[in-house]
């Protein structure tokens, strides 16, 4: 997948150097804002240090397909963007002897030479595989899905690299295909001297032991954001994650037999998925749950009868869309995932 390099101003980023990675107390670095930024404002839009086609998240997949590619791709880069990868946050957990070996062997394999054209063996492969090793586990540490329709890959990003997690967020950030970047935008008005979040978890309607169980697991550190030390919404995500469940569950009715609680029926299901709108909305959690729930109530009130519920929900969507990905994404149009084409449809049964 070959970066295309485009000018900031092009991509709709409101403005340059919005935003600076310096260090934060307990975090190592960060991105801040170096303004005020409004909702909805696109504060990044990148191109990738690096990046490989055909990803796998499978452990056998990663040391036999990526790790390769990956190798491949180094040969490639320039100095710049080798160093500036080298700079960023690595995880050791990633980094493992297995990995190291099988560096040495691509290398050993293909009769890598240094700069002098001499074969690399011995202490010298040992070490130029260790650094290559040290790099690719910088590249699972903060990779990106890049995923389109007609590719699927990964990539490490400079200024997004630099983002820590929240499970509170103030930004969203997503591959757009359309424009091949990476985007940020404010998900909420954001001081000048306020860190830049996002969120590394696929979902935040969950409690609080099971965030720290699976960041824990999939990230290695135990997350230090306000949500997390201060538990005092604690009640309220736990109401969220047993809705989260019990609609979850609507969409399996085998699980019923279980004994597990489950809307019974599809007026219940709305009654459950506007309760955890609403819970969202008030906790300011204007992400991927929320985008999610709003399009679960439409399609509630369209299985309803309701047209006007959910033609409402629809636009909200719509709006919270708009506010995660920017106008440019010609990607999502006549697309089912996409909250325009979902509109489109409903007006169109609605005349
Ligand atoms: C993708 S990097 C983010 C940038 C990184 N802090 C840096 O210095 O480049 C992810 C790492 O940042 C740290 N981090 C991110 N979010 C955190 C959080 N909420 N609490 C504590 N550490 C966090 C962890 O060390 C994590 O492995």
Same mark, same amino acid.
């Given at each position: 997948?070959?970066?295309?390099?485009?000018?900031?101003? &092009?991509? +709709?980023?409101?403005?340059? +150097?919005?935003?600076?990675?310096?260090?934060?107390?307990?975090?190592?670095?960060?991105?801040?804002?170096?303004?005020?930024?409004?909702?909805? *404002?696109?504060?990044?839009?990148?191109?990738?240090? @690096?990046?490989?086609?055909?990803?796998?998240?499978?452990?056998?997949?990663?040391?036999?397909?990526?790790?390769?590619?990956?190798?491949?791709? /180094?040969?490639?880069?320039?100095?710049?963007?080798?160093?500036? /990868?080298?700079?960023?946050?690595?995880?050791?957990?990633?980094?493992?002897?297995?990995?190291?070996?099988? %560096?040495?062997?691509?290398?050993?394999?293909?009769?890598?030479?240094?700069?002098?054209?001499?074969? @690399?063996?011995?202490?010298?492969?040992?070490?130029?595989?260790?650094?290559?090793?040290?790099?690719?586990?910088?590249?699972?540490?903060?990779?990106?899905? $890049?995923?389109?329709?007609? *590719?699927?890959?990964?990539?490490? !990003?400079?200024?997004?690299?630099? $983002?820590?997690?929240?499970?509170?967020?103030?930004?969203?950030?997503?591959?757009?295909?359309?424009?091949?970047? @990476?985007?940020?935008?404010?998900?909420?008005?954001?001081?000048?001297?306020?860190?830049?979040?996002?969120?590394?978890?696929?979902?935040?309607?969950? %409690?609080?032991?099971?965030?720290?169980?699976?960041?824990?697991?999939?990230?290695?550190?135990?997350?230090?954001?306000?949500?997390?030390?201060?538990?005092?919404? &604690?009640?309220?995500?736990?109401?969220?994650?047993? /809705?989260?469940?019990?609609? @979850?569950?609507?969409? !399996?009715?085998?699980?019923?037999?279980?004994?597990?609680?489950?809307?019974?029926?599809?007026? &219940?299901?709305?009654?459950?998925?506007?309760?955890?709108?609403?819970?969202?909305?008030?906790?300011? #959690?204007?992400?991927?749950?929320?985008?999610?729930?709003?399009?679960?109530?439409?399609?509630?009130?369209?299985?309803?009868?309701? $047209?006007?519920?959910? %033609?409402?929900?629809?636009?909200?969507?719509?709006?919270? &869309?708009?506010?995660? #990905?920017?106008?440019?994404?010609?990607?999502?149009?006549?697309?089912?995932?996409?909250?325009?084409?979902?509109?489109?449809?409903?007006?169109?049964?609605?005349?």
């Amino acid at each position: 997948m070959p970066p295309v390099r485009l000018c900031d101003s &092009e991509m +709709g980023v409101q403005g340059p +150097g919005l935003v600076e990675v310096r260090a934060t107390s307990s975090m190592g670095n960060g991105l801040f804002a170096t303004h005020d930024i409004s909702r909805g *404002t696109r504060v990044i839009a990148e191109v990738p240090i @690096l990046a490989i086609s055909n990803v796998s998240s499978l452990e056998q997949d990663i040391l036999e397909r990526d790790l390769p590619a990956f190798c491949a791709a /180094l040969q490639h880069l320039p100095q710049a963007d080798l160093q500036n /990868l080298g700079h960023l946050h690595c995880n050791g957990l990633h980094n493992t002897t297995e990995m190291r070996q099988k %560096v040495r062997q691509w290398y050993r394999d293909r009769g890598t030479t240094d700069a002098n054209g001499d074969i @690399l063996k011995g202490k010298k492969l040992q070490d130029f595989a260790k650094s290559t090793a040290k790099r690719f586990a910088i590249f699972l540490s903060n990779r990106v899905e $890049m995923s389109t329709n007609e *590719t699927d890959g990964s990539g490490v !990003f400079p200024l997004h690299s630099r $983002m820590n997690h929240s499970c509170i967020p103030n930004t969203h950030s997503a591959y757009n295909a359309s424009i091949q970047r @990476l985007t940020t935008h404010a998900i909420r008005d954001i001081q000048a001297g306020e860190q830049l979040t996002t969120s590394y978890l696929e979902t935040l309607c969950q %409690v609080f032991q099971q965030r720290k169980r699976m960041i824990e697991r999939d990230w290695g550190f135990v997350c230090g954001c306000h949500a997390c030390t201060d538990l005092s919404d &604690e009640p309220l995500r736990r109401r969220m994650s047993e /809705l989260g469940q019990r609609l @979850l569950l609507r969409r !399996f009715p085998l699980t019923v037999t279980l004994g597990l609680p489950v809307a019974r029926d599809d007026h &219940e299901a709305l009654r459950d998925a506007e309760e955890l709108v609403a819970l969202l909305e008030h906790l300011g #959690l204007e992400g991927m749950d929320l985008r999610r729930m709003y399009r679960a109530c439409s399609n509630y009130n369209l299985d309803l009868g309701f $047209m006007q519920g959910a %033609v409402q929900y629809a636009q909200k969507e719509l709006e919270l &869309e708009r506010c995660m #990905l920017g106008t440019d994404t010609a990607h999502l149009q006549g697309e089912m995932g996409g909250a325009e084409f979902w509109l489109q449809l409903l007006q169109r049964l609605n005349n």
